[in-house]
């Protein structure tokens, strides 16, 4: 089904009984047709911070936790977020009799609506650290030209070095729109980048050329993760982007070309 079935952006009632059917997975396959052939694109992890959980313990008490959700990049499915919010409330009345019955039932119904494994990791609600980016933050460059709309034309060679390079570069500028409700989101996106030396100010540009665009977290990031690596034809790729929190949780899609580079998942402040 196409999300315009789905429950994002309408009144809902939100349910007060177990309802595992509410979950609304939506197929990855349509928005990477144009990247069918790019290396990488279906491989990385999609990392869910979910920060309202609760259920009750075998007493009917309340229990709560934070959780991180782990779903491979290479499942047939992501699961819309609306969804998953109504899905985790709809726990908040039913009773488990072990924390690790309700983990099991959790990673079981994901695992059926996204066609994959997929994993929990419960946290104490003042567990989860918080870290802060690492690498060179690029938002303070000046980009020779700016578009409204995704432009992967904007990236460039640096023009003065022809050097092969490792580096980590990351903007706090990311902002792409909902598709369904036009609703913003924001992120911070990661790149890490072996090749020939690019034009720092180029990716800049071509980060805050995704102001008006309509995507999916994971579709904004395997454009991103395509588009370099088509045009900036590097020898490894890394593109990790971590959204800022949305209806109680947030969401941090991450690309890599070669598995050694795949990064730890983390929460920044804002999250």
């Known amino acids: 089904m196409s999300v315009e079935h789905s429950l994002l952006g309408k009144d809902t009632q939100y349910p007060t009984q177990y309802q595992p ?21 279906a491989q990385g992890k999609d990392w869910w911070h ?3 959980i609760s259920w009750l313990n075998q007493l009917g008490l309340p229990q709560v936790a934070i959780g991180r959700l782990t779903l491979p990049a290479n499942s047939p ?13 709809s726990m908040n009345f039913t009773q488990f009799a072990s ?16 066609g994959a494994k997929v994993e929990l990791q419960l946290f104490q609600v003042d567990d989860l650290q918080i870290y802060k980016p690492q690498g060179i933050c690029i938002d303070d460059l000046i980009p020779e030209r700016l578009s409204e709309h995704p432009d992967s034309s904007l990236l460039q060679y640096d023009a003065v070095s022809e050097e092969n390079i490792e580096v980590e570069l990351y903007s706090n500028l ?3 729109n909902c598709p369904v409700t036009g609703q913003p989101d924001w992120g911070t996106v990661f790149i890490r980048f072996q090749g020939k030396k690019p034009c720092y100010r180029s990716i800049l540009a071509y980060i805050i050329s995704y102001r008006q665009h309509n995507g999916f977290h994971e579709q904004c990031v395997e ?7 088509q045009h900036l034809k590097p020898e490894k ?11 109680g949780l947030d969401i941090n899609p991450c690309r890599v070309s070669d598995l050694s580079w795949m990064p730890k998942p983390i929460r920044l402040a804002r999250q």
Do not use: H
């Open 99 to 114: 924390q690790q019955l309700f983990v099991e039932t959790v990673e079981r119904d994901l695992s059926d609506a996204a």
């Open 77 to 89: 499915n992501l699961i819309e977020s609306k969804s998953l919010k109504l899905y985790f409330n």
């Open 50 to 52: 979910i920060f309202e």
């Open 237 to 247: 790729l890394m593109v990790y982007a971590t959204y800022t929190r949305r209806g």
């Open 21 to 41: 059917e509410v979950l609304f997975p939506i197929a990855r396959a349509e928005s990477r047709k144009l990247y069918a052939d790019i290396e990488g694109i």
């Open 174 to 176: 990311l902002r792409s």
């Open 223 to 229: 454009q991103i993760f395509a588009d370099i690596w």
